[in-house]
């Protein structure tokens, strides 16, 4: 790139030695252990079942996925703390993952996304949030165009929690395979252990099953559920053995002896797809002039504190070198061109509420990316959209819904991508591409609180319906009675605005080091490119077995 061409270099006055930056990183290092210790829980859960696996002659399922993956390569993980406060609302009990590990890995050069049941932890037994986090892969491998590898063993449904709604949505993990594959995207599954009844609807409508003898069983029906249902006796083997269903009934394609002969195979099968990388890994890639490392110096965890988001993107930019959109009008919205490892890109992020002017912006820069083709990444920092007479009189619904709708529709054209940074507070999660919007991917820093608005005003605000009903009714106010429910619905709000209790409900694809930031936005950066230069060959239905 000549020189002319360069963007400007962005001169921050961040001091990272300042009493101030000391103390956020301070606060944001102790965030990130937290997190940390929470992903650690569910590692430790599974291999508490080692004995037993070893006793097996199995690799438990971290070790398959390890095994699996090309070393040295990066791996991403997606969603490593759904449940968390959900199947056990103790959350001093509570072990993340929702008992599916998943993520995006290198498989013999080829980009896959991966999920492997945790048969670790009960058996590998489907929790509330399991279908949720496979789902989810499912999609990211839909819309990204990368073959999705299925480690399978799964005691199934849990009975003893069963609800008639779980398995009837179910049914969309199904349907999400014959949609892969219909969309000419392979699936590659390694049935390690048992598939049971839904369960065994996973190798069925897989293009590649791979088989281990011994240990792979996938029947509709088990020996007790068949000899409860009618009467009839059948060994496990007889009925979805391994061998049975490699040389009889044909589900299997290929008869390992071992997990780790599983895994080999499957290693071979995905080298043999021809589905390198087309377009990502070949731009060149300036690092930043300014270290990422100062990200932790930056957001504070008290969120009232401003924060300049200009210093976040020159962490993320190539060379730092940022070109500001309209910088000044709407100012309190940023709107930014940068390079992120030589993809271009436009930031779009908040230093304070979006206003009119702010709206307004946000939306001709919205378009102007899409005319491009450019991507955009959404950093999210903001209170919502200004509020008040000047603000409602000067159309901020109807520019607010301007904003939206092309948030909205720019889906058609380019990814999104939204990092939660800090605050993300009432319409502002809609306008700067929350969940709801489906970015192509989301993530959310530690620092990061989401809510309809902050657990004061919500107090605030019930504590000023309450006097008026009371005023109405002439009736005194219990002050008490009014100090418990502020006291209530403040620690409702903070408590579900947590990075962590949100990830826990899937409102992300996971909890990132702000450290990490670059290097993730990069491989999403990557993944994004190589997706829209793939051809596939959709069939009109998927891969149907003989």
């Given amino acids: ?37 929470l992903e650690q829980r569910a590692a430790d859960a599974s291999a508490k079942s080692l004995p037993v696996f070893e006793k097996r002659g199995q690799l438990l399922p971290r070790q398959r996925v390890a095994l699996l993956l090309d070393p040295g390569r990066p791996w991403l993980p997606l969603c490593p703390l759904a449940g968390y406060g959900v199947d056990t609302p103790e959350l001093d009990k ?6 599916v590990i998943a993520g995006i890995g290198w498989i013999s050069g080829v980009r896959c996304v991966v999920v492997a049941n945790d048969s670790g932890i009960n058996a590998g037994a489907m929790q509330a949030m399991g279908g949720e986090k496979t789902w989810r892969a499912q999609e990211i491998a ?54 049971t009844a839904g369960g065994a609807y996973m190798p069925g409508l897989s293009d590649v099953v791979i088989m281990v003898r011994g240990r792979s069983r996938a029947f509709l029906a088990g020996p007790p559920l068949l000899k409860a249902a009618t009467g009839e006796i059948a060994t496990e083997e007889e009925l979805g053995g391994a061998e049975m269903h490699a040389g009889i009934s044909g589900l299997g394609e290929y008869l390992a002896e071992d997990d780790r002969d599983a895994i080999g195979i499957a290693r071979r099968v995905i080298g043999g797809l021809d589905w ?61 061109q940068a390079r992120i490892r030589g ?37 999210q920092n903001t209170t919502g959209f200004m509020v008040g007479k000047d603000s409602e009189q000067g159309g901020m619904i109807k520019h607010g819904s301007k904003m939206i709708q092309a948030v909205t529709n720019a889906a058609r054209h380019v ?28 993530f959310s820093w530690p620092s990061a609180r989401t809510a309809v608005m902050g657990g004061e005003q919500a107090a605030g605000t019930m504590q000023m319906v309450a006097e008026a009903g009371a005023a109405r009714k002439g009736v005194p106010l219990d002050a008490q009675a009014l100090q418990e429910q502020r006291e209530k619905i403040i620690h409702n709000f903070e408590r579900q605005a947590d990075a962590y209790y949100t990830s826990g409900q ?15 936005l990069a491989e999403c950066l990557d993944i994004c490119a190589d997706a829209r230069a793939r051809e596939v060959r959709p069939l009109q239905f998927g891969v149907m077995r003989m």
């Fill in 506 to 520: 899937m409102l992300d694809d996971g909890v990132i080091d702000p450290r990490d930031t670059r290097a993730v």
């Fill in 94 to 99: 509570s072990v993340p993952g929702a008992g």
């Fill in 415 to 442: 990814p999104q991508i939204t990092i939660l940074c800090g605050a993300s507070f009432g319409a502002g999660n809609y306008g700067m591409c929350g969940r709801a919007f489906e970015p192509r991917f989301l």
């Fill in 276 to 336: 390198k990388p087309l377009d990502a890994g070949e731009r060149p890639a300036p690092e930043p002039a300014l270290p990422g490392d100062d990200l932790l110096g930056l957001m504070s965890t008290d969120l009232r504190q401003p924060v300049d988001m200009r210093e976040v993107m020159a962490r993320l930019a190539d060379s730092s070198e940022l070109l500001e959109f309209k910088p000044l009008y709407g100012a309190a919205t940023l709107c930014v």
């Fill in 343 to 379: 993809h271009a890109v436009g930031f779009i992020s908040n230093n304070g509420p979006i206003d009119v002017a702010g709206a307004n912006k946000a939306t001709h820069f919205i378009q102007w990316m899409c005319k491009l083709g450019q991507p955009i990444v959404y950093l």
């Fill in 1 to 37: 790139m000549n020189h002319s061409e360069r963007f400007p270099l962005f001169e921050s006055r961040l001091n990272p030695r300042s009493a101030q930056a000391l103390q956020r990183r301070e606060d944001l290092l102790a965030r990130i252990g937290e997190w940390r210790a």
């Fill in 142 to 195: 839909l819309q990204n165009k990368l073959p999705f590898v299925y480690l399978v063993e799964s005691a199934g449904a849990n009975l003893m929690r069963y609800r008639v709604e779980g398995f009837v949505k179910g049914g969309a993990l199904f349907r999400n395979l014959a949609r892969l594959s219909a969309a000419g995207i392979p699936i590659v599954t390694v049935q390690h252990g048992s598939g």
